[in-house]
């Protein structure tokens, strides 16, 4: 896997690469031929979702390619060898695609002929940045094959700083060249079609909430092939992405049509994904109280309990996202997605301006904190007021995500407000961590005592989780208060 940084320009037949020797020393150019077949759905789902994958020949690195959207300007790359078929996309490069394809058949949609000359700037041994120039043929490939051609320049950061792809950038155009229209050569010959959306009415409450709902649905896709590899925190921000997404029906309903059946299905993804992704919180989390303790006071097998038997089910946890991942039930959650935001259904509200109306549901959304609040107050027994604090924490969390997906629109105040509902949040969170944690080492050690196993560590944990809930416990009376005084300059 690589990460690709790098500008693209669209330059004039006879344009001249300018001479970069001032910038770095220069390697070549160097001529070489590619051709590359391109692999999509018959309706080009991939394409439409900024997706390319590729089977390329010739060059410094033949074999396949999967081209992931960027984000902030990045772009994940993912390599395979090649292949001898032309017909079959390898396995493991269509399992990164699924949530983009969603079973539809892959099949080569288009070839590029390319010319390409390279010019490298080196530092000694090290390649700084490879500069480009594409003479391209391109066909769409179908029953009536079309032909264009054209000639494209790309600079590509290899070892180099972004101030330096900055510098040739600006050398490239000054010689004449022009940032590209299209984000790659398959998008240039194949325009793939845009997701057809209903139009909202700019400057209204409905414009913000769809751009929202619809950089949310786009953040969930992105997670999905770095939650089948199996990459660091990508099931935690696939999570967000469902909670962020529930989060919003929810706070916007005033705004939108019944999404009751939508939140289920959101609910039902994210509790899959909590399953690997609190396993894998909490034996992190038993790992450092381990290697913080004096080695005498670790006692028994505690360390393979807690961590690989953590492990395993952890492991077992991602096979079942990977099923879920590949299910039917999954692809018709993200075609309701898009459904959603290609006609949400907006209500009669929507259409007023964005700032009035948001900040009413923003406020709105404090006030259920307030009363969640108030409300768990009220109950006598601290067993039961235990868990209705979990509903204060949930109703936190929601006013966070509401004042965030509004902060761009509305500054300021909801920045501010998100601050506040996150620190509410985040308090009450460490409380529950704890207390989990103590059910958590209270079954294992009861595995362990069934076992004749030691379990004097197994109590030492037990404390130090206790202590840290308690702590928490304490602090937010205190956190509660500031937060409310904050709130009130706000909202």
């Not at 492990?311 to 590949?326: G, M, N, P, V, W």
Request: hydrophobic share 40%.
């Amino acid at each position: 896997m690589g990460i690709e940084i790098e500008d693209k320009f669209d330059v004039p037949p006879d344009y001249a690469v300018p001479d970069l020797s001032g910038v770095a020393e220069v390697v070549g150019p160097k001529g070489h031929q590619l051709v590359a077949l391109y692999y999509d759905t018959p309706d080009l789902r991939l394409a439409t979702r900024g997706v390319t994958l590729r089977r390329r020949r010739g060059g410094a690195d033949p074999g396949w390619h999967l081209k992931l959207p960027k984000a902030k300007g990045v772009r994940q790359e993912i390599t395979h060898p090649l292949t001898r078929s032309t017909r079959t996309v390898p396995d493991e490069l269509a399992e990164l695609v699924r949530a983009y394809s969603r079973g539809g058949e892959l099949r080569p949609v288009a070839e590029l002929d390319t010319k390409r000359t390279v010019t490298l700037l080196v530092d000694g041994d090290a390649r700084l940045l490879e500069v480009a120039d594409d003479r391209v043929k391109g066909t769409v490939l179908g029953e009536e094959p079309r032909v264009e051609r054209w000639r494209e320049v790309e600079a590509e950061l290899l070892s180099g700083d972004e101030a330096l792809l900055a510098k040739v950038g600006k050398r490239l155009r000054k010689a004449g060249a022009r940032p590209a229209d299209s984000a790659s050569k398959l998008a240039r010959l194949l325009q793939p079609p845009t997701p057809d959306r209903v139009p909202t009415e700019p400057g209204t409450a409905g414009e913000v909430l769809v751009d929202y709902l619809e950089s949310q649905v786009t953040a969930l896709l992105s997670q999905d092939p770095r939650v089948r590899r199996a990459e660091e925190d990508a099931v935690h921000q696939m999570r967000v992405a469902c909670r962020r997404l529930r989060s919003a029906l929810k706070a916007f309903k005033s705004l939108l049509g019944d999404t009751q059946a939508l939140q289920d299905e959101l609910r039902w993804l994210g509790n899959v994904l909590g399953e690997a992704r609190d396993l894998e919180v909490i034996r992190d989390r038993f790992a450092r109280h381990l290697e913080g303790l004096a080695p005498e006071l670790v006692t028994g097998p505690i360390a393979t309990r807690l961590g690989d038997d953590l492990h395993e089910r952890e492991q077992q946890a991602y096979e079942r996202i990977k099923d879920t991942l590949s299910g039917a039930r999954y692809y018709a959650l993200l075609d309701a997605l898009d459904a959603l935001v290609a006609d949400p259904g907006l209500r009669k509200p929507a259409g007023k301006p964005a700032e009035k109306t948001l900040n009413g549901v923003a406020v709105k959304n404090w006030d259920r904190v307030t009363k969640a609040y108030d409300t768990a107050q009220a109950v006598e027994d601290p067993e039961r007021r235990e868990i209705a604090m979990h509903d204060v924490r949930k109703a936190a969390k929601r006013a966070r995500y509401t004042a965030e997906a509004l902060r761009p629109t509305l500054g300021k105040p909801m920045r501010k407000l998100a601050k506040n509902a996150e620190a509410v949040q985040e308090i009450l969170g460490l409380h529950q961590d704890g207390v989990v944690a103590q059910e958590v080492l209270a079954k294992e050690a009861e595995s362990a005592r069934e076992a004749g196993e030691d379990t004097f560590t197994y109590g030492l944990l037990i404390g130090i989780e206790r202590g840290a809930a308690e702590r928490a416990h304490e602090e937010f009376p205190r956190v509660w208060a500031e937060t409310l005084q904050a709130v009130k300059k706000v909202v």
